[in-house]
C-alpha cells in the first residue's frame, strides 16, 4: 500500500531517502521498496524524482514482478504534473498488455477518474472487472478495489446498476458488517451502503444549511474513514510463511528442532492451504503467502539475536518478508499457477477442492 499520511507529519524525502538505502541493502526487495519511495517523493511534491525511480525500474536488468504496476503508476504521476500525452500513451498500454493484478488497473482507472475522463474511467474499471472476475466463484480480497472504484464512477455517470454493481454493494455490505467493531461511537447505525458513500449529491450536503442533512453527511463520512482507517492498518496481507522442498530439507536439516513444526513438505503445503482457507473463512481480507530462503531466514534471526532452530521466529520472519513486499496475494488469480511452484494452475492444484 502506499503512504499517504500528510507531509506535515511526516519528512517523506528523508523517507524516501531510507527506502532507497534499504533497497541497496536488500537488492532483492529492491522493486517494492523503490516503489514506496517514489510514493513518498510524490507525497513530497517532487515528482520529477518519483519519475525517475519508476524510470530507474524500468530500464533496470532485472525482470520486474510488476512491470506494469510500475507503467500505471508513472503515467499517473506524470500526469499530475503536466505530462498528459506522455501518461495517456503509457495508460493506453496498460489497458492493451491486460495486466492479471488489479493493482495496475485500478491505478490507471482512477488517474482516468482524476481528471474528469469518467466514461474513459468506467471503461477501464469495466475491462479489469470483466477479465479478472467473470466466471470467478469469489472476488479476491485484491480486486474490490476494482469493483468499488467501478460502481462509484457509474453512480457519479448516472448509470443504471448492474451485476457487478451488486456485487460491488453486496461485498462493501459484508465487509463493514463484519468489520465494525461493536465499541465504535457509529456501530449503533447499520453501515453506510455504497450507494450512499457514492451518491454523486453528497458534494451538495456539505454547503446546506440544513443541520440534518450536515448530520447526515458526518455519519457518512465517519463510516469512509473508518473503512480507510481499516485499510491503512493492514498495510501488507497477513502472510503465511512457505518453504520451497530443497529449502524445507537444508532448514530441518540443520535446525532439527523444526521437524516437528515440517513433518515433511508434502504436509507443510497442505497446511499452508488449509491454514489460508480457514482465515478466508473466518472474514479475514487481504490474505498472501511469503517464500522463505535459509540464508534470508538465518540473516533475520541474527538480526534479532535469536537461534534460527526457534520456532517461534517463524512468524516474525513471515511478517518481516510481507512488510519488505515478498507477499503473493492467496488466492492465486483465476488461471495463474499454483504459489507452491508446481508449475500447474492453481485450480488444477492445491486450490482443486475449493469451492
Partial sequence: MRPDTPAENVDHSAEAARLERTAARYPEDAEALLLQAAAHLELAGDRPAA??????????????????LVRALKASNLWEYGHEAEARAII???????????????????SLES???????????????????????????STHPLLYGRHRVRRMLGVSHDEWDTLADTLHSAHASSSSPSSSPSSSSSPVSLDELHDPKRVWS??????AELEAEISRLRAELGAFREALSRPFPVAVLHWPEGELTELVGAYESLAVEYPSHEEHLATIEGS?????????????????????????????GASPGDVDLLPQYATTLAARGRAVVWPPQRGASCWCGSGRAYGECHGVAQV
Fill in 206 to 211: 456539505l454547503g446546506s444549511d440544513n443541520p
Fill in 92 to 110: 493506453d498500454g496498460v489497458r492493451t498488455a491486460s495486466p492479471r493484478d488489479p493493482a495496475p488497473w485500478v491505478i490507471v482507472a482512477e
Fill in 51 to 68: 519519475t525517475a525511480l519508476y524510470d530507474r525500474l524500468l530500464s533496470s536488468a532485472d525482470a520486474l514482478e510488476t512491470p506494469h
Fill in 276 to 304: 489460508l482457507r480457514e482465515l478466508a473463512a473466518s472474514g479475514t481480507p487481504n490474505l498472501g503467502i511469503v517464500t522463505g530462503t535459509v540464508p534470508s531466514y538465518e540473516a533475520f534471526a541474527a538480526s534479532e
Fill in 115 to 141: 481528471h474528469d475522463e469518467l466514461e474513459a474511467a468506467q471503461e477501464t474499471f469495466t475491462e479489469g472487472v470483466t477479465l479478472l472476475l467473470t466466471d470467478v466463484p469469489e472476488p479476491p480480497y
